[in-house]
């Protein structure tokens, strides 16, 4: 089982970026997958839940109408679409996957998922 992320990098505060998160050695679109972040010091948070065929999603308040969760299930890819970022959205930003083949969405705590990718970092800069 493998989840990697990719996107992440050097971003100015107000701009965009998009996470990639490419999945494999598991039955993908069985399985509801969310973002995690985790910044310098803090614990690990939760930022956005997507149900396995992408009809429900779930995102942490303060990233409502900023981030943007969606997954291409013929490419067993996750993504996470992050705009007007700001310098407290720095953290390494993770992918995890639930298997839920009811089709619900995953919850909000990290003890839910299953797999987990090694991260990817966002470093976001005034």
């Known amino acids: 089982v493998q989840l990697v992320e990719s996107g992440g990098g050097l971003v100015q505060a107000g701009g965009s970026v998009r996470l990639s998160c490419a999945a494999s050695g598991f039955k993908f679109d069985d399985h509801a997958i969310a973002w995690f972040r985790q910044a310098p010091g803090k614990e690990r948070e939760f930022v956005a839940a997507?149900?396995?065929?992408?009809?429900?999603?779930r995102y942490r308040d303060s990233m409502k109408g900023r981030f943007t969760i969606s997954r291409d299930n013929a490419k067993n890819t996750l993504y996470l679409q992050m705009n007007s970022v700001k310098p407290e959205d720095t953290a390494v930003y993770y992918c995890?996957?639930?298997?839920?083949?009811?089709?619900?969405?995953?919850?909000?705590?990290?003890?839910?998922?299953?797999?987990w990718g090694q991260g990817t970092q966002v470093t976001v800069y005034s």
């Open positions: 997507i149900s396995r065929s992408g009809a429900f999603k």
């Open positions: 995890a996957a639930d298997y839920r083949p009811d089709g619900t969405v995953g919850g909000s705590q990290a003890n839910e998922y299953d797999y």
